[in-house]
């Protein structure tokens, strides 16, 4: 089958689009409400973007009735944000970050989740989280319906057990994200494999 985007609808654009290009990685955005109270918000249109200087973005969708979400209008105003990445353990309370409330609720709290002071940042990190990275805006860019947000990672917060004995790489007996599909549909990465760039030939010797 063949689509055609300049003509395709946006809903149609989205369906496809999310169906295969995954598994897409979570990131749970934590940033600071007007009175200091946490919002959180997970968003699968998110990855790194570069390590030097080590960016990574987010694209966050308006609210159905336009209006722009709490998480974009907190970094707006405060140019700071954290990611939180988010394991099998930190699933449900990922999924309760999901839930529509009103703005002012704590989200962090309302999932049952550890809220920890930032590093570098005001933003609160998910004591819950393995992988925890503070980030200063960069950029943002706007588009009808949609920002997408670039950060620079100021700060990471990784749970000791996910790194291997130098603190180098990580442990992946240890970390195991998740990544959304489509729907909700998700998969974990508890099954890693080693595949390896061939070499080419030698030149024989003349």
């Not at 997970?42 to 200087?53: E, K, L, Q, T, Y």
């Not at 080590?54 to 405060?78: C, F, H, S, W, Y």
Request: aromatic share 6%; proline share 8%.
């Amino acid at each position: 089958m063949e689509f055609d985007f300049t003509t395709l609808p946006p809903a149609d654009r989205y369906r496809l689009l999310t169906n295969f290009v995954g598994p897409r990685p979570i990131a749970l955005v934590t940033t600071l409400n007007p009175d200091g109270s946490n919002n959180a918000a997970p968003m699968s249109f998110f990855n790194v973007f570069s390590h030097d200087p080590a960016l990574v973005v987010i694209g966050v969708q308006m609210r159905p009735d336009g209006r722009e979400k709490d998480t974009v209008a907190n970094i707006r105003r405060t140019r700071e944000f954290t990611v939180n990445m988010v394991d099998m353990a930190l699933a449900p309370g990922m999924l309760a970050c999901a839930m529509t409330v009103e703005p002012g609720v704590d989200e962090i709290a309302l999932a049952g989740l550890t809220a920890v002071d930032g590093h570098r940042i005001g933003a609160r990190r998910v004591g819950e989280s393995p992988c925890a990275m503070e980030c200063r805006v960069e950029r943002i860019l706007d588009w009808p319906g949609r920002a997408l947000v670039i950060g620079e990672v100021v700060f990471m917060q990784v749970r000791d057990a996910c790194l291997d004995a130098a603190g180098r790489y990580v442990n992946p007996e240890a970390y195991h994200p998740i990544a959304r599909l489509h729907a909700d549909n998700y998969i974990v990465a508890d099954r890693q494999f080693e595949l390896k760039v061939p070499r080419l030939p030698e030149p024989e010797a003349t």
